[in-house]
């Protein structure tokens, strides 16, 4: 599955990909706010998650901007399960690409896949030191649920107080079929 916005293209990694993807997330301040990374990053922790990418369950990509000619690996937007929830967005940024709207970009159009692909709602949530994120959740519409005690972050090595956001995308899904 791939997915096409004005500035970006959202693609299944490929294992062509894993030096630029270990540039790309391999910053502490990326891996810092993520749940399932470890701490530091290596070119063999890039090779085992693009290898393990088949079979996923969710639309799950990494973000290539278009500058100037070029298409650089960015980041990387998903929704898949986390723990007993089947739908949850997330997303993360190489540091050189944030503050361009880049995540409420490619958000969006990981929300409109999920949204033809039947999914109804969409869990996500961010840590509360890094309120840039919730920022983007809200920008993409979803709203705030709670806050629960602690997510483990393996690259902090501890559990995290988060911040949980839920999106339903029921009414998208009618939208999209009545612009059909």
């Known amino acids: 599955m791939f997915a096409r916005t004005e500035r970006l293209t959202l693609r299944p990694g490929w294992i062509e990909d894993a030096p630029a993807l270990h540039a790309a997330i391999g910053h502490e301040a990326v891996v810092r706010n993520l749940s399932r990374v470890p701490w530091p990053y290596t070119a063999a922790d890039a090779e085992a998650f693009i290898a393990a990418w088949q079979g996923d369950p969710g639309p799950l990509f990494l973000i290539f901007a278009h500058d100037g000619g070029r298409c650089d690996l960015i980041g990387g937007v998903g929704i898949g399960p986390l723990g007993d929830q089947p739908h949850v967005m997330g997303y993360w940024l190489t540091p050189s690409a944030w503050g361009c709207g880049y995540a409420v970009e490619a958000g969006r159009a990981v929300l409109d896949i999920a949204a033809t692909l039947r999914i109804e709602r ?51 899904r009618h939208d999209r079929r009545r612009a059909a």
């Open 122 to 172: 969409v869990a996500a949530g961010h840590y509360v030191d890094n309120p840039a994120s919730g920022a983007v959740l809200r920008r993409l519409g979803f709203v705030a649920t709670g806050t629960r005690s602690a997510i483990h972050s393996r690259g902090r090595g501890v559990a995290v107080e988060t911040i949980d956001y839920a999106i339903d995308l029921t009414d998208r």
